[in-house]
């Protein structure tokens, strides 16, 4: 083992051991609550030996012993798999959204308090495996990304608590019972004062110590004086505007800036006036509501969180793609020969030269070679948007159409199809480099 290894796992041994030992600590806890309250003793076990398990872990990681720690870290294959795997763009967003398929067609099953419990354990250790390696270590724990980390967490969390909710108003359902929400002990009253005053004070001291403490152990993410001789490698917007910046990568400032955020804007505006389901208000449920439900987890969890996640931990200098076990190397040159759909209808299939007009000839007649060049982005691009939606009335959202009428569902069908657009583009750009689908630099519209 190197000399730099060796050192930074000394480091790393005592935030290691004191994980481990918070992780024996949160499942002994729960070890606790399962004998007393839901008298389960054999879970109870389990648990009890998942704390011992940790527990155990804790010395071994606070040695800061190389041989031992690698025995309690991700081995090098299985590193460098995750590197070559998530290395690569489009199996990352695709494995986002079949993770979620997955989770929602098993939501009953994944629900279960003992499954979420085991899930979060497994995260948390791999977590903690995962620590050992320099470059990995060094993206989770760096002050700006700590937050995001525990952000991430507590996503996790409030999506398992209210699909938790859901599955079981919608069992509910099935046996004629009102939600939960409607019943008598869920309606039961709270009064401001004592009840309420008294729970947020709690929650002040404990926020406030919680701050405290972070801002002891944490240094605050100061850099140096901004300088236009020297930029930040890679340079990125806040977490909350990584989204948008990786949009910037597949589509020109005023689409993935103006167009699309507005459109975003616009569709929640919309949502009231164009929801035509009176069931699923004031109560969780997916069943009563699924085309709502996975629109918007495909929505916010797709396409904005996990870019946000891409954003944050996979997107390194000169914003490459890098594995998460992997090095940020400055010198990392990835070739593109991001090609438009013009060229490749002009150039690569039919072997001629793109379309220009005559260097003497109007400004009318250079704007019909213009159309004539991009004329099989401009065909693909309206028939998208203008045949889409009548194709979809009807076959396979004719139901929505008959109980929507013709403005709402054109409303929501064209809220949908540029919804679909950003990860349309993401695919193609990863898989065939393809740039613009409309590709107008003389007026300033690339598409």
């Not at 991009?374 to 109980?403: C, D, H, N, Q, S």
């Amino acid at each position: 083992m190197h000399g730099n290894e060796a050192e930074f796992l000394a480091t790393i041994s005592g935030f290691l051991g004191g994980f481990y030992v918070t992780l024996s600590i949160m499942n002994g806890v729960a070890a606790l609550y399962v004998w007393e309250k839901l008298h389960k003793p054999r879970l109870a076990c389990y648990w009890a030996g998942v704390a011992i398990v940790f527990l155990i872990l804790a010395p071994i990681a606070l040695s800061g012993n190389p041989q031992w720690m690698k025995a309690i870290s991700v081995p090098l294959s299985i590193q460098r798999i995750a590197n070559m795997i998530l290395g690569i763009p489009w199996v990352y967003s695709t494995g986002t959204f079949l993770l979620m398929l997955g989770l929602f067609l098993g939501r009953k099953f994944f629900v279960k308090a003992v499954v979420a419990w085991a899930g979060l354990n497994l995260c948390l250790l791999l977590m903690g495996m995962s620590m050992t390696n320099p470059s990995f270590a060094g993206i989770v724990t760096k002050p700006d990304n700590v937050p995001i980390v525990g952000m991430v967490f507590l996503l996790g969390f409030f999506t398992w608590l209210s699909a938790s909710k859901a599955v079981t108003n919608d069992t509910r359902a099935k046996n004629n019972l009102e939600p939960l929400e409607k019943t008598d002990d869920a309606q039961e009253k709270v009064l401001v004062w004592p009840d309420l005053v008294y729970t947020e004070m709690i929650c002040m001291i404990a926020l406030t110590a919680i701050l405290i403490l972070w801002a002891v152990l944490l240094q605050a993410p100061l850099e140096e004086p901004a300088s236009s001789v020297k930029t930040p490698n890679p340079s990125k917007a806040p977490w909350y505007f990584l989204g948008l910046q990786e949009m910037l990568v597949y589509y020109d400032p005023w689409m993935a800036g103006v167009v699309l955020p507005s459109l975003i804007v616009f569709g929640l505006m919309a949502i009231p006036f164009i929801d035509f389901n009176p069931q699923g208000n004031g109560y969780y449920t997916i069943n009563e509501r699924k085309f709502a439900y996975l629109t918007f987890q495909f929505g916010f969890l797709v396409l904005w969180v996990t870019l946000i996640v891409l954003g944050t931990f996979l997107r390194g200098p000169n914003w490459n793609f890098f594995g998460p076990y992997e090095i940020w190397d400055t010198h990392k040159v990835v070739a593109l020969n991001n090609v438009d759909l013009s060229e490749y209808f002009w150039v690569i299939t039919l072997d001629r030269a793109l379309p220009r007009a005559p260097e003497d000839a109007s400004a009318l007649i250079e704007l019909g070679y213009i159309v004539w060049r991009e004329l099989p982005g401009i065909l693909l691009l309206g028939g998208y948007l203008i045949a889409t939606p009548p194709l979809l009335a009807m076959t396979i959202f004719r139901k929505f159409f008959v109980r929507m009428g013709f403005i709402r569902f054109m409303v929501l069908s064209n809220l949908l199809l540029f919804m679909m657009l950003l990860p349309i583009k993401m695919v193609l750009r990863w898989t065939v480099n393809l740039k613009y689908i409309i590709h107008i630099d003389e007026y300033f519209l690339n598409f």
